[in-house]
């Protein structure tokens, strides 16, 4: 038929598929997982049967798996040329290492050597006169540099501007009071010395490139920071373990070892004086922030105590160099909002249960300093970090769960402030939200009297007495006021049995004083000369605690200190005071936060009156 069409005729439409090249074994390929083409291949050896890795149907030679024999002769040729390559490198940088040993000869030193012997030390590390400098290497500041950070703490956003530049003229930190050491201004003498030599073919800046090659260097550093920021002391002193417990775990987490590597270079750098090293720290800052907003843009890293040790750490940073006006309050901010991610189950053991608990003055300092209601006033907070028994609360914590409530009354005060000036409450519903006001700050400041019975009066140990003060160690003498004359007069200090009583008294009288600062009630307020008389009392505590506290636990005074600022009037006898204690402090333990007058944590800055209403 014509339209019928032959049987042998080649159909167009219809092509025989071409044999397709198999590119794993037969093993891998009936049980459908990926094959790496090795022969044997990894899945067939890990399964115990590398006899049976078979390939078929394989024509061509590019298709042809790779011999297991011939891949480890290849990789053992490569070991070989990257072997020669680093005794290569080795041969070049003899002269370095030969320096580092000697620089970490004079680390061993200080680290082990009398207190005596540790002060000549850093004295010839200063002047920097002969001997070691002629043979160091100079590595010069990073100047000119700013790193910027942004961060997400759990939600809430912070930029941070991280000005990397010379920053040594207006500070000189001493170890002493009366050291007399070198004024600074000796440009030469203390820049050569101390130095560690840069690799110019290690792809890295400066001094961290050696240093992280030889990690007992680094590990001196670490020791020296722990031993100021976290020592060893008796329950009576406060507990201060925490930042020594997360040291104990950087070696687990490579977060927190760049933090502590960062933060402890640039302190020691600083408390010797000398600016290679402390910018060594420097260089490593701005790849510790990256690694923490990596961390906390991941939703289980956000939770891990890597993340909550690194940003205690940095604020650790920030008190030592200052490096922006908003770094201190930042970093307490972005603690506080990881702290309230992570919950309070997750503070009951371990590392983040004393992070929490030693740090919580600061935590609620930071609540105080933006005048908002806090998650630490609930009652969750006050009780689950503490239910495992890991700790017990003391006196200091009896205290913080009466001043967990303040600032919610600070930010009561200021929303009732701001709706008076704005007129938008008629008469009747002013009166009812002041008499609101009054009723919480009576019955909160009743509870702060009672504390004060309880815990004060009937402490174990004895109460504060008063003495006089003597200048001890060249500490300034502090001179107050007498309302009635006007007289200006030595006044008495107060001696504490222990730091403990010494740091909560001072928190006492700084929660007090804010307290008193929206207390308009028209009768039972705290009056002006009790608002001066606390003031004194912080001022007063500073010369048992300064000379008795090892390392540097000051820091703990560091928001009081700015409360009592606050209390007094300017260009005073108080102030005045006061200025040279923050000077000494900064010159004695190396931190920046104290060479100011500690603004950025200020409890008025965010108040309405700062607006004029």
């Known amino acids: 038929m014509a339209g019928e069409l032959c049987p042998s005729a080649p159909d167009s439409r219809v092509r025989k598929a071409p044999n397709r090249q198999s590119r794993s074994c037969k093993v891998c390929r009936s049980r459908k997982v990926k094959c790496d083409r090795v022969k044997p291949c990894n899945a067939c050896c890990a399964h115990g049967y590398p006899s049976k890795c078979v390939y078929e149907n394989i024509p061509d030679e590019e298709a042809r798996p790779i011999s297991q024999a011939e891949e480890i002769k290849n990789l053992r040729t490569e070991i070989r040329e990257l072997r020669a390559r680093i005794d290569e490198r080795h041969r070049d940088q003899e002269e370095e290492l030969e320096r580092l040993d000697q620089l970490e000869s004079l680390f061993e030193s200080i680290r082990s050597a009398p207190q005596s012997v540790v002060d000549q030390l850093v004295r010839e590390i200063r002047s920097a006169h002969g001997g070691l400098k002629k043979d160091l290497v100079k590595v010069g500041p990073w100047e000119g540099y700013e790193a910027y950070a942004d961060y997400d703490y759990a939600g809430g956003s912070h930029q941070s501007l991280i000005p990397i530049r010379r920053r040594f003229g207006d500070s000189s930190p001493d170890l002493n009071f009366n050291d007399p050491l070198s004024d600074g201004d000796d440009e030469?003498?203390?820049?050569?010395?101390?130095?560690?030599?840069s690799g110019s073919d290690s792809g890295s800046s400066g001094t961290i490139s050696i240093m992280s090659m030889q990690r007992p260097a680094v590990d001196i550093f670490v020791e020296r920071f722990v031993d100021a920021f976290s020592p060893e002391v008796d329950i009576k002193s406060g507990r201060a373990g925490a930042l020594r417990a997360a040291a104990e775990i950087r070696m687990f987490s490579p977060l927190i070892s760049d933090a502590f590597e960062a933060v402890s270079v640039a302190f020691f750098g600083r408390s010797v004086r000398n600016k290679e090293i402390e910018a060594s720290g420097f260089r490593l800052y701005p790849r510790v922030l990256r690694g923490l907003q990596d961390a906390l843009i991941d939703p289980e890293r956000s939770k891990s105590e890597a993340t909550l040790v690194t940003v205690t750490l940095l604020l650790a940073f920030e008190s030592v160099e200052r490096t922006t006006q908003s770094g201190v309050p930042a970093h307490?901010?972005?603690?506080?909002?990881?702290?309230?991610?992570?919950?309070?189950?997750?503070?009951?053991?371990?590392?983040?249960?004393l992070l929490f608990t030693e740090l919580r003055?600061?935590?609620?300092?930071g609540a105080l300093a933006t005048r908002q209601p806090s998650f630490l006033a609930r009652e969750e907070w006050k009780t689950i970090p503490w239910?495992?028994?890991?700790?017990?609360?003391d006196i200091l914590h009896h205290l913080l769960d009466l001043a967990t409530e303040v600032p919610g009354l600070l930010y009561q005060s200021d929303q009732f402030k701001e709706a008076k000036r704005s007129?938008?409450?008629?008469?009747?519903?002013?009166?009812?939200?002041?008499?609101?006001?009054?009723n919480a700050i009576a019955d909160l400041t009743g509870r702060f009297y009672q504390w004060y019975h309880d815990w004060v009066e009937c402490y174990p140990d004895g109460p504060p007495e008063e003495a006089e003060q003597t200048g001890a160690e060249g500490f300034p003498i502090f001179k107050r006021r007498d309302f009635r004359t006007g007289a200006v007069y030595d006044a008495t200090k107060l001696v504490y049995p222990n730091l403990l009583l010494a740091q909560t008294m001072c928190v006492y009288y700084a929660v007090r004083l804010i307290l008193s600062s929206i207390d308009t009630r028209p009768e039972d307020r705290v009056s002006v000369l009790e608002q001066y008389e606390l003031g004194c009392g912080i001022c007063r505590t500073y010369e048992f605690y300064i000379l008795t506290a090892p390392g540097n636990m000051i820091n703990r005074l560091a928001f009081p200190t700015r409360v009592a600022w606050e209390a007094f009037p300017d260009k005073g006898p108080e102030r005045a005071f006061m200025t040279e204690v923050l000077s000494l402090v900064e010159r004695r333990h190396s931190l920046g936060l104290w060479g100011s007058n500690m603004?950025?944590?200020?409890?008025?800055?965010?108040?309405?009156?700062?607006n004029g209403s």
Not at 188 to 197: H, V
Not at 387 to 393: E, F, L, Q, V
Not at 425 to 436: D, R
């Open 599 to 610: 603004s950025e944590i200020s409890t008025h800055k965010n108040s309405p009156l700062n």
């Open 361 to 365: 003055p600061y935590w609620i300092g």
């Open 387 to 393: 239910s495992a028994g890991t700790t017990t609360k």
């Open 188 to 197: 030469d003498g203390d820049m050569e010395m101390m130095s560690l030599s």
């Open 423 to 438: 007129s938008v409450m008629g008469a009747q519903e002013v009166a009812v939200k002041q008499t609101s006001l009054w």
């Open 332 to 353: 307490v901010r972005g603690a506080v909002r990881l702290i309230e991610h992570r919950g309070p189950e997750n503070h009951m053991y371990g590392v983040e249960h």
